[in-house]
């Protein structure tokens, strides 16, 4: 598949809105490794394979074990993850896969176990960012360099 557009130069005010949420997540109290493992984890879920590449290459570069990155997408059966990122990626997986529902209170209860006030806010808007990202480039067909 083609690309269809290059959005960066489509619309720069557009792009410059997105650039401005990515910084401000450079300000969120999520740990790096964390933020690494949710944007690669929306990414999947999203089937971006442009986001899904570049996050698990980035993650990989800053030390993440190879192994907790192929096991991401069965998190739940595996034995790799903390307690807190289990928390964060079932949230992660809630939010990025909305119910007409939402979250349940069982998994907000979780996460409030491993994350205070402050850090859910964090940690849902990074999800909310890594999603628009991954919007963006489904939408306009952008693949990972071969």
């Known amino acids: 598949m083609a690309q269809r ?5 489509a619309s720069p005010a557009a792009l410059k809105a997105l650039m401005v949420l990515e910084a401000a997540n450079f300000d969120l109290c999520i ?3 964390l933020m690494a ?13 442009f986001c899904a590449d ?16 192929h096991g991401l997408v069965v998190w739940r059966a595996s034995n790799l993850f903390t ?11 809630a939010v990025t896969l ?13 996460l ?20 628009g990202w991954n919007r963006m480039a489904i939408g306009f067909r952008k693949a990972p360099a071969v």
């Not at 557009?5 to 130069?9: F, G, H, I, K």
């Not at 949710?38 to 089937?47: A, E, G």
């Not at 409030?112 to 808007?125: G, I, K, Q, S, Y």
């Open 5 to 9: 557009l290059d959005y960066y130069t």
């Open 31 to 33: 740990d790096k490794p």
């Open 112 to 131: 409030c176990t491993h994350f205070n006030a402050r850090e859910r806010v964090d940690l849902t808007v990074a999800i909310a960012t890594i999603n």
């Open 83 to 93: 307690p807190r990122e289990r928390a964060a990626l079932a949230w992660c997986d």
């Open 98 to 110: 909305l119910s007409p529902q939402g979250p349940s209170a069982e998994l907000h209860e979780t």
């Open 54 to 69: 570049m996050h698990a290459t980035e993650a990989r570069l800053n030390g993440e074990d190879p192994r907790r990155l």
């Open 37 to 49: 493992l949710i944007k690669l984890r929306v990414s999947q879920l999203n089937d971006c394979a």
